[in-house]
């Protein structure tokens, strides 16, 4: 089974700039969680979109935003990028088929550069 | 606000010795507890996931304890290996939140 694959891997921006980075989940999954990570942060949960609706959203401000599609394919856009918005961007996965302990499995994660 | 601590904060150890990391938490009311082992440059891979009734659980060399009354965790590496060289991270969540809390990791360095 393919795992959670992100694109594209490595991306530099321009501040100012928006930016689309795309995650497809494992086969069969229905929840896809987006993070950011950086080195003085660790990693921070941005929002969680279940059967193509947000489900739970974290602390960032509105310029992060993401959607779902039909067939669990996920994207995350961060508009007006800030030089603060470089980071690692991780995707996870997790089929959420009942019960509350579910595997989340991650990407490799997009590496986002602004200048 | 849930917190999740994590010590020490880097270590470097010796090929073949064991070394424990500790995490301690204070998300409530507790549904599961998880250490995640990042590699440098990609994604966490799951190593553990322990639920409150689970006070221990292996996955190979990686040994991970739960003592959900004091609220704290601890992952054993045993005789590490140059590939255990990584950040390991503590992850918790609570019951009825889909959201996760995470550890600032503790990096491991294991050296010949």
């Known amino acids: 089974k393919a795992g959670v694959t992100q694109t594209p891997r490595y991306l530099i921006k321009t501040r100012g700039q928006q930016v689309t980075l795309s995650c497809s989940p494992i086969?069969?999954?229905?929840?896809v969680s987006w993070y950011q990570q950086t080195p003085g942060q660790g990693l921070q949960f941005l929002f969680e979109?279940?059967?193509?609706?947000?489900?739970n959203k974290g602390n960032f401000p509105g310029r992060f935003s993401g959607r779902q599609f039909s067939n669990s394919r996920s994207e995350m856009n961060v508009s007006t990028l800030e030089l603060g918005d470089s980071a690692l961007y991780l995707c996870?996965?997790?089929?959420?088929?009942?019960?509350?302990?579910?595997?989340?499995?991650f990407g490799p994660g997009t590496r986002l550069t602004v200048t | 606000k849930n917190q999740v601590e994590q010590s020490p904060q880097s270590l470097i150890i010796l090929e073949g010795k064991n070394c424990t990391l500790q995490?301690?938490?204070?998300?409530?009311?507790?549904?599961?507890l998880r250490w995640y082992k990042q590699d440098t440059g990609r994604g966490p891979v799951s190593l553990t996931i322990?639920?409150?009734?689970?006070n221990t659980k292996s996955n190979g060399r990686y040994t991970a304890t739960l003592d959900a009354d004091t609220k704290q965790s601890s992952l054993h590496i045993t005789a590490s290996q140059l590939s255990d060289s990584a950040s390991y991270i503590c992850?918790?969540?609570?019951?009825?939140?889909?959201?996760?809390?995470f550890g600032a990791g503790t990096t491991v360095t294991v050296r010949a």
């Open positions: 996870a996965s997790s089929i959420q088929a009942g019960g509350p302990v579910y595997e989340q499995y």
């Open positions: 086969s069969g999954h229905r929840s």
């Open positions: 979109y279940f059967s193509e609706t947000q489900r």
């Open positions: 995490c301690n938490y204070t998300v409530s009311p507790f549904s599961n």
């Open positions: 322990m639920t409150f009734s689970e």
């Open positions: 992850v918790v969540s609570a019951r009825g939140d889909y959201k996760l809390s």
